[in-house]
């Protein structure tokens, strides 16, 4: 049977109906399937750049990099002033004790102080930022590394928090290992009389160093107020070198 009487014969069955195949059809369809499913993946993946920008800027204040917010150094004598004052802690980070490696690296992030400091007071434009963000994270890691001289086996999750704090928290960072260094400081004094007045002398200036800090936050247009917070920062760096005699 011939394929045309064969069309012909299937024709009349109740229910049929004979489409002639077509290639060019076909191929259209396949094209129409693919900028289907191209659309479909274009749409998801936008919506899940959608969920992470909102999971991202909804992230809680820790995770937050600092605003760095310091109005400092309106004038030449105040800037002058201000990198005068950081000076001492690259003399201190010199004179530290160095009897162990963590001794050492301790001694060379004051010196990393020093010159974080200065050099953000130094400077001006939009690099200036970016200088106060290093002077913070420097400060940071000093306690840090005063935190892992003082003991050798702080805790391996607090020092892992730490690392991936300190980028974008360094005051929350300076804290923490503040807060460890006064513990440890409290408790040698206790123990040792010698170290008594030296510890005398280092609340004395944590307390006017803090006073000073909080003044030059609420107080941004009083001159030298940064300054005299650096000099009793100073005092209080030194004091603590004492513990690692």
């Not at 077509?22 to 094209?31: A, R």
């Not at 001794?103 to 004051?110: H, V």
């Amino acid at each position: 049977m011939s394929p045309e009487k064969s069309n012909k014969a299937l024709a009349g069955v109740h229910g049929m109906q004979l489409v002639s195949h077509s290639p060019v059809s076909f191929q259209e369809m396949s094209k129409l399937d693919d900028l289907t499913c191209g659309a479909s993946n274009t749409g998801t993946d936008h919506q899940r750049r959608l969920i992470v920008q909102k999971v991202w800027h909804e992230r809680p204040a820790c995770l937050r990099p600092i605003r760095c917010t310091h109005t400092g150094d309106q004038n030449i004598a105040e800037t002058v002033a201000n990198v005068l004052t950081s000076l001492p802690f690259i003399a201190i980070g010199l004179q530290a004790p160095r009897k162990n490696v963590n001794c050492k690296i301790y001694a060379n992030s004051l010196v990393g102080v020093g010159l974080a400091s200065s050099l953000y007071h130094a400077s001006r434009g939009r690099l200036r930022k970016y200088l106060r963000w290093a002077d913070y994270t420097m400060i940071a890691t000093a306690t840090v590394c005063l935190s892992r001289a003082l003991r050798n086996e702080n805790p391996k999750l607090l020092m892992t928090a730490s690392a991936l704090f300190l980028p974008i928290q360094p005051l929350m960072v300076s804290a923490v290992h503040t807060g460890i260094m006064e513990v440890a400081f409290a408790k040698r004094a206790f123990e040792d009389p010698d170290l008594r007045m030296a510890h005398n002398v280092h609340k004395m200036s944590s307390l006017l160093g803090g006073a000073f800090f909080v003044a030059d936050d609420l107080l941004p247009q009083t001159p030298f107020l940064h300054a005299a917070w650096h000099l009793a920062a100073a005092v209080g760096v030194t004091t603590c070198n004492k513990l690692l005699d």
